[in-house]
């Protein structure tokens, strides 16, 4: 009998799995694929070694800019992928010493649960059976493949997130449906490597729920460069190698592409494990079709005793909070007073320059009636960015509460925004005023003082 089983060892199922292994829970890790999941194996880790790699060659090509001069910089396609299935190896091993090490049994087989009982819940894998007292649900989510006519006589030519990674040539011209994160980073990537990049996007925006006017400064960047965007256009069929789809004012176009990347969206995975047989609560949409396990702040299902955790709840879809999710719902079983937020929740997209929010956009402020003020600054005012970044463009934006001043949302475009939002996710979490932003010592020169002297233009102006 385990105190703990978990169904899937991505970032929510390994990091509750070693948090309840430091603990002295007896855990069971069961993962039918690699541990890591698809953010360690097909997603976020393959992606940003890629990107990666197209930023130092990018540096090469613009190495005049900062008084460095490379002849003929040149890239190797198979070099990039090789390097990517090191990292990921790298850090799969990593994953799997630290499930020994906190003595976590992992299974690597595809786990089915046969119900609840009084004696625990059953889990079957490979003919075997196993109890546990608990059970946390980690199995993610997968790539949503709208049925486009003509979708299954194009073959190969269609490609997820997953078939991307995998492809041993750079195509030379490449179509992607769908605007949103995964979309953008792939367009970023191929197009830094001269691949000719066209992206159909239904919404009137790229990047969907982020900062309206980050996301219409990183496209502008992005047309300057060579990448088609196509929005508020639907796509109606697939021919072969060619996009069909329908413009604004209803006109029938057409866009080809060596290869069809199909971003446009995740759905959580409910499928093929036995979720049915305990009668967990799902989340319903609009037609009355389960999106996800519906769990409390504390992760917690309606069913005693079963967790979820991750993009199977189909709420925040991203390795982090998959992550937190976990930790919550271990804590709820070892009896510590825990439950998850998801005020301060940071997106970013690893495009180049890359983009980061965490808190409200101002939409998102208005569409509650929040009364707010914002102010913006250019990254310009950051010695630090002006020295690594020639030429580059960037913003950040600061949104409080028109009384208390408190940080409600900060929404940032440029280099290295990524490693400093957490510092404006900590201000949203603990409520922090302007007047109290203020009082921290930020370290010079570095990027993040951006944030604290856009909270001084801002509190100039209250």
């Given at each position: 009998m385990y105190d703990l089983a978990i169904i899937g060892g991505g970032p929510g199922g390994y990091v509750a799995a070693e948090r309840a292994g430091a603990a002295g829970l007896n855990t069971i890790l069961f993962e039918k694929k690699s541990l890591g999941g698809v953010c360690l194996n097909e997603g976020c880790i393959p992606t940003k070694t890629l990107l990666y790699s197209a930023k130092v060659y990018n540096y090469a090509v613009t190495g005049d800019h900062y008084g460095v001069h490379v002849d003929n910089p040149s890239f190797d396609y198979a070099e990039i992928l090789k390097r990517k299935e090191k990292v990921v190896k790298k850090l799969v091993a990593g994953v799997r010493l630290a499930m020994k090490s906190h003595e976590v049994t992992v299974v690597p087989a595809e786990a089915f649960i046969k119900g609840r009982g009084a004696e625990g819940i059953a889990i079957e894998a490979e003919g075997e059976e196993y109890l546990a007292k608990n059970l946390l649900i980690c199995t993610g989510s997968e790539a949503v493949v709208p049925p486009f006519p003509g979708l299954s006589e194009?073959?190969?030519?269609?490609?997820?997130?997953?078939e991307i990674l995998a492809l041993t040539e750079r195509p030379a011209?490449?179509?992607?449906?769908?605007?949103?994160?995964?979309?953008?980073?792939?367009?970023?990537f191929f197009n830094t490597l001269g691949t000719k990049v066209t992206v159909v996007e239904m919404l009137p925006k790229i990047l969907g729920p982020l900062d309206d006017e980050i996301s219409a400064m990183l496209q502008k960047q992005y047309e300057k460069k060579g990448i088609t965007f196509c929005l508020s256009c639907k796509v109606t069929a697939i021919e072969g190698d060619t996009v069909v789809y329908e413009d604004p004012e209803g006109n029938v176009c057409r866009v080809r592409g060596d290869r069809i990347l199909m971003s446009v969206g995740r759905r959580a995975s409910l499928q093929g494990f036995g979720l049915e047989n305990l009668g967990v609560?799902?989340?319903l949409n609009k037609a009355g079709r389960p999106v996800g396990i519906k769990v409390d702040?504390?992760?917690?299902?309606?069913?005693?005793?079963?967790y979820a955790a991750g993009d199977v709840t189909g709420f925040s879809m991203l390795a982090h909070t998959a992550?937190?999710?976990g930790e919550v719902a271990v804590n709820t079983i070892l009896g510590k007073e825990d439950r998850m937020r998801y005020n301060a929740i940071p997106g970013v997209v690893y495009?180049?320059?890359?983009?980061?929010?965490?808190?409200l956009t101002e939409s998102e402020a208005q569409a509650r009636g929040i009364a707010f003020k914002v102010v913006k600054l250019p990254m310009a005012y950051s010695g630090r960015f002006?020295?690594?970044?020639?030429?580059?463009?960037?913003?950040?934006?600061?949104i409080v509460g028109a009384e208390r001043h408190e940080v409600l949302g900060v929404h940032m475009l440029g280099n290295p925004c990524s490693e400093i939002i957490h510092s404006a996710c900590i201000a949203i979490e603990q409520g922090m005023t302007l007047e109290q932003l203020q009082e921290v010592v930020f370290p010079h020169p570095t990027v993040s003082e951006i944030i604290k002297e856009t909270a001084f233009s801002l509190q100039e102006t209250i």
């Open positions: 194009a073959g190969e030519v269609v490609v997820t997130n997953r011209e490449l179509v992607v449906i769908g605007g949103g994160v995964i979309g953008m980073e792939f367009a970023a609560e799902c989340v702040e504390k992760m917690r299902t309606s069913v005693p005793g079963v992550s937190r999710e495009t180049n320059p890359e983009v980061a929010g965490a808190g002006v020295a690594e970044n020639e030429r580059g463009e960037g913003i950040c934006k600061i």
